[in-house]
Nanobody, 125 residues
Framework: QVQLVESGGGLVQPRGSLRLSCASSGVTLDDYAIGWLCQAPVKEREGVLCNSKSYGSTYYADSVKGRFTISRDKAQTTVYMQMSSLNPEDPAVYYC??????????????????WGQGTQVTDPS
């Protein structure tokens, strides 16, 4: 199976920035749809974005458009989510997830096959 490990979470300030990483050692992710999802306390897990390198598709939730950006490393083993202009609604546990194929085929979070353990973005208040 694909092993995903998130990192980069931590304490943030209003309007601050973080870069989260989703790494798969030795496994290239260019042919996978990679999603970032968040789960806040007492909330259900929600999709933040999805990117398919091979298909050239990227989708952002309305709440993060213009603030969050996805990118990949040259080796295609790590996917990044750059988070900027963070607001009080953003602190949550963030997960990366993957499934072979195109984001256009991801209709629900249950369509993702592989999941990381999550990394927490924390409000200091």
């Amino acid at each position: 199976q694909v092993q995903l490990v998130e990192s980069g979470g931590g304490l943030v300030q209003p309007r601050g920035s973080l870069r989260l990483s989703c790494a798969s050692s030795g496994v290239t992710l260019d042919d996978y749809a990679i999603g970032w999802l968040c789960q806040a306390p007492v909330k259900e897990r929600e999709g933040v974005l999805c990117n398919s390198k091979s298909y050239g598709s990227t989708y952002y939730a309305d709440s993060v458009k213009g603030r969050f950006t996805i990118s990949r490393d040259k080796a295609q083993t790590t996917v990044y989510m750059q988070m900027s202009s963070l607001n009080p609604e953003d602190p949550a546990v963030y997960y990366c997830a993957a499934v072979w194929g195109n984001c256009d085929e991801v209709a629900d979070l249950t369509d993702y096959e592989y999941w990381g353990q999550g990394t927490q973005v924390t409000d200091p208040s």
